[in-house]
């Protein structure tokens, strides 16, 4: 059973997100994911039964589970949203996911690692792009024209690429990282940004 999308009124709920915030911080202070769970798990949050039940492929559904983690929270503070301007509000979605934790940049970028050394590259794709269509979602974007594919490509390149820029930022509540994404929304003509995405979309796993 995928229990990565938990319901709020399961009886584990509770102690399901517990772990997952006691997980994110300890991505930032350990070498992989897998360190990180060891040391959550002794914790003892969840009982090794819960555990089983709750993400029974382990790190695969943990790193899935956080993705709805991280959704969810987003999706709490859609009444901050500016009232006008698309790139305002892609924006300001953007800097309330990466100031969601402290260390956000690293915790992403792990993550990244953690699918690149499974040979996953495809989840990172994946991943990027269920942000980029999550973000357009919540500012009632929902067009099909070819734009759709477009934005969302471009939308993930960005993200991928902040999240490398972020996991080295030591500013004040990740002020550098906001100029930073204006800057490409500024920047970046679709053209060229599709262009770079495929060309090194793997710019994440570097190591800080």
Known sequence: ???????????????YINFLKAFCEQIPFSNT??????????LKILSPAEFTILFPKGLDDIHQALYSY????LQSHLSTLPAQGIKAKLHHLLMLHFTQHPYMGKILQKIGQYQASKAQFILLYDYALQMS???WGFIQDFSTD?????KRILLANIYIETILYASQDSSKDLQETSLFIKRQFDK?????????????PFSILKTS
């Open 146 to 150: 070819y734009n759709y594919y477009s």
């Open 70 to 73: 991280f959704i969810d929270y």
């Open 188 to 200: 970046i003509g679709i053209f060229e940004t599709v262009k770079r995405f495929f060309k090194n």
């Open 33 to 42: 994911l897998a360190s990180a769970l060891e040391d959550v798990n002794q």
């Open 1 to 15: 059973m995928n229990m990565a999308f938990l319901e709020k009124n399961h009886p584990l709920y509770e102690s």
């Open 133 to 135: 269509d999550s973000l």
